[in-house]
Structure formats: structure tokens, C-alpha cells
């Protein structure tokens, strides 16, 4: 087998491969003699078919699968051999010629192929020992978390049978049918919908329009849907809802106590409390976590710059594109109505696929250096987590990952990244630095689409 180089231009490799002839042939020839104890052919004893009719009749085959062997093979070896990775599938091109394919097939000519790649750029890592962290903190106060619990106890308060007109804060049980121009549309309608007044949970002047109803009453409800509405086919239209109240009822008083809390599965109202509170905490540090996370990746991203493969790139960019289009589809809005323009934002988005890029590169280095693992056990949670979120498919999925690396790939993908981020966390100078809820979830002034590796 001849290797020759044919293209070096800064990650772009194109390499010639050129199998001889007599290769080929002795590959066929080592085929054809472990047939021939296997073969069973009609008119000849086993073992006694000789080679060349073996070859008459399946020699094109054999040789076929010892093609495809050397083009699944040989693209792996060489680039191993070269001390090289390449940055995506590698590219195999051969001649459109079909005569010679044919022959190639029938052992009279050599086999030549090209495999086209980009590398994956060598750098060297930089020492992030040190590095300098403000973890901002939110401190919980006690009327934060008794906020919270009055809303759980809002959400669990039981409602008693009401006599008479509704009124705001009463939940009324009501059918409805949604129309426009005198149609229904899709999702407009339900049955058995309970609505507390007040909650604001409807569209806008929905609910204000029940007060006073009563059970048994008809009652045309007219709206207009938000120009921002999510569904763009509605935003802005005029609706008509047919709606039929049920039933009214009131809410019984609402108590903070051990009660409350036994009916929520706990032992008492300071356990709830606890939990409140630890719901909170949760949700802060996740967002203290994100905040962090944006720190470290930052300092990197400043600290390298080195040459990255364009393929891996676009393939980056395009899914970013894919989801900024899909997006923009479903909100029914425009590059203009996002104060930008398609180019600008093509833009945009392509500074991000680089960063994107390069910063996982980066962590993919850091954590082979150090030596980071995703345990089974991790990859069989983030399976697990795949799972739940399609119930009644969990064959389907499971079998769509097992028979897909690159899927399998991209739930390992977050972890290990995850546990890279902990090891540079683990040796970087922390200063914790206390700030105010509203701080802690306000946007950081340069944050922008460009901005964030994920």
C-alpha cells in the first residue's frame, strides 16, 4: 500500500492511497482458499471445488468486500500512523470511472483513493492554576421563603361548592369553545377547564369577563390575543369563547400550618419550610453555577487562539442556525423585529460557532491531560433522563442511541464538560461575593449570542 500526501494547507490534509494490483490479489487469493473448505457446490465433494471456479463464481463479490475493508480500515491507520486526529468523518474520494471500477473488481488494476480531512489543531495548554473567580451569592431571606410556601399554599388551598354569582379569587369549572371569524381553531376548546378569577392565567380579559357568572350560565366571552402571543396564526386576532360555567366554588381559608404540609406528603409546616427553602437555594446556585461557568470559559476563550477546522465549524454554526431559524418560525418574528439583520446576525452566530469550537477543544484537552472520566454509571442517568422525557417510547429511544454513537456521544458530551469545569473550579482563587437576587439573575451587559460556549 502506497501513502502519499497530497494536500497540507494549514489543517486541510488530502492523502493518496494507491493498493497494489498483487495486493488485491493476494487478499483475493487467501479469500477464495478459506472458501473452498466451507463451500458446498453442487457435483463437487467438500473441499475439492477448485479455486478458479470459486473465483468464476464469487471472485467479484470477495473482492468488493475487500474494498470496502480497506476504504473502513486504511482512513483510521493512516491518520493514527501520521499522529494526526481528525476533526470530523473523514471525506474518501474515488474514480467516477466505472470501468475502472470494474477493473479494480476483477483484480487487473490498482486501487486508488484519496481521504480528505482537517486535523485537529495542537496547542499548548496554558496554566489555569489560580485562575481568579467571583462566585456571586444570593442570601436567602426568611420573607423570600415564606413567599414561596403562601404560594404552595395558594396552589394546594381546597375550593368548597359556591352558591351564587363568581367572584376574583372563586374558580369556576367551565366548557369553552374558541373561535375566530366564526371558526374553531386548534387548542381553543376544553372541557371540565378549572380557572381560579384572577389568576391570570387566560388570555388577557378572559377571567375578568366571568365575574358574576354562575353555575349553568351561558356566557360569550370576546377577546383579543397579545400581538406577542406565542402562536403567530392568533397573535392579534380577535376570539369569541362559547363558554359553559359548570361550576362555582370558593376558596376555603388558607392556613400555613402541619395540616397543609401532611396533605404535601411532609411531616410539618417548618419541614416544608426546609424544603422551600432548599428549592431556592437550588435554584440560585444553578444560576450562580451558570454564572461561574461563563467566567472560566471567558478567561479561556481570551487565553487561546489558534487555527480551528472549518468544517467542524459550519457544522456548528448550522445547527445554531437551524435553531435560531426554527425559533423565529415559531414566534412568527423577524431579524428586524430582533433590532438586527440576517447578515449581522449570520455573523453573529458564526463568532459563536468559533467560540463554541474552539473553547471545546480546549476542555477536551484539559480533561484528557488530567485524566477526566464519564462513568457508565453517569452515561446510564443521562439515559435514564433521555427516557423519561418520552414516555411510552423508551424502546424507541434507547435503541435509536445504542445504534447511533454520535447521539451516544452528545449525552457524554455535557458531562464530561461538566467535570472539567468542577477540575479548573477546584484550583481556581474563589472569592465569594454576596449580591441581590435581581444582580444575580440580570443579564451581564456584554451578553449576547456570541457570548455563551452553550
Not at 211 to 226: D, L, M, N, Q, Y
Amino acid at each position: 500500500m502506497q501513502v502519499t500526501e497530497t494536500k497540507a494547507e494549514g489543517l486541510k490534509r488530502e492523502i493518496e492511497v494507491v493498493v497494489p494490483a498483487s495486493d488485491l490479489e493476494a487478499r483475493l487469493q487467501t479469500r477464495l482458499h478459506e472458501a473452498k473448505d466451507k463451500v458446498q457446490l453442487k457435483g463437487f465433494r467438500p473441499g475439492k471445488v477448485p479455486v478458479s471456479h470459486l473465483r468464476k463464481m464469487y471472485g467479484k463479490s470477495l473482492m468488493a468486500e475487500i474494498v470496502n475493508e480497506i476504504l473502513n480500515e486504511t482512513p483510521r491507520n493512516v491518520i493514527a500512523e501520521r499522529n494526526e486526529r481528525s476533526a470530523m468523518q473523514p471525506e474518501i474520494g474515488m474514480s467516477e470511472d466505472e470501468g475502472e471500477a470494474e477493473k479494480v473488481l476483477a483484480g487487473k488494476s490498482d486501487f486508488r483513493f484519496t481521504i480528505s480531512y482537517e486535523k485537529l489543531p495542537s496547542f499548548e495548554l496554558q496554566d489555569t492554576e489560580g485562575l481568579k473567580i467571583e462566585r456571586p451569592i444570593v442570601e436567602i431571606e426568611d420573607e423570600e421563603v415564606e413567599e414561596q410556601v403562601r404560594r404552595v399554599a395558594e396552589n394546594a388551598r381546597d375550593y368548597e361548592p359556591k352558591d351564587g354569582p363568581a367572584a376574583e379569587g372563586d374558580r369556576v369549572t367551565l366548557d369553552f369553545v374558541g373561535k375566530i371569524d366564526g371558526e374553531a381553531f386548534q387548542g381553543g376548546s376544553a372541557t371540565d377547564s378549572n380557572l381560579v378569577i384572577g389568576s391570570k392565567q387566560f388570555i388577557p380579559g378572559f377571567e375578568d369577563q366571568l365575574v358574576g357568572v354562575s353555575a349553568g350560565e351561558e356566557k360569550t366571552v370576546v377577546v383579543t390575543f397579545p400581538e406577542d402571543y406565542g402562536a403567530p396564526d392568533l397573535a392579534g386576532k380577535e376570539a369569541t369563547f362559547e363558554t359553559t360555567v359548570k361550576a362555582v366554588a370558593a376558596p376555603t381559608e388558607m392556613a400555613i400550618d402541619d395540616d397543609l404540609a401532611k396533605k404535601l406528603g411532609l411531616e410539618s409546616a417548618e419541614r416544608l419550610r426546609t424544603v422551600v427553602r432548599e428549592q431556592i437555594e437550588s435554584q440560585y446556585g444553578q444560576m450562580t453555577r451558570q454564572k461561574v461557568k461563563r467566567q472560566i470559559l471567558d478567561a479561556l476563550d481570551e487565553t487561546y487562539s489558534f487555527e480551528l477546522p472549518e468544517r467542524l465549524v459550519e457544522a456548528e454554526f448550522n445547527n445554531i442556525w437551524n435553531q435560531v431559524q426554527a425559533e423565529l418560525s415559531r414566534s412568527g418574528r423577524s431579524f428586524e423585529d430582533e433590532d438586527t439583520t440576517e447578515d449581522k446576525a449570520r455573523e453573529e452566530y458564526r463568532a459563536l460557532a468559533e467560540r463554541r469550537v474552539r473553547l471545546g477543544l480546549v476542555l477536551s484537552e484539559i480533561g484528557e491531560k488530567v485524566g477526566v472520566q464519564v462513568s457508565d454509571e453517569e452515561m446510564q442517568r443521562a439515559m435514564f433522563d433521555q427516557l423519561r422525557r418520552y414516555p411510552g417510547q423508551e424502546r424507541e429511544i434507547y435503541e435509536f442511541y445504542q445504534k447511533n454513537p454520535d447521539a451516544l456521544a452528545s449525552l457524554r458530551a455535557p458531562i464530561y464538560e461538566e467535570k472539567v469545569i468542577d477540575h479548573l473550579l477546584g484550583n481556581a482563587d474563589v472569592t465569594d461575593k454576596v449580591v441581590s437576587k435581581d444582580e444575580l439573575l440580570a443579564e451581564d451587559e456584554d451578553e449576547g449570542p456570541q457570548a455563551l460556549a452553550s
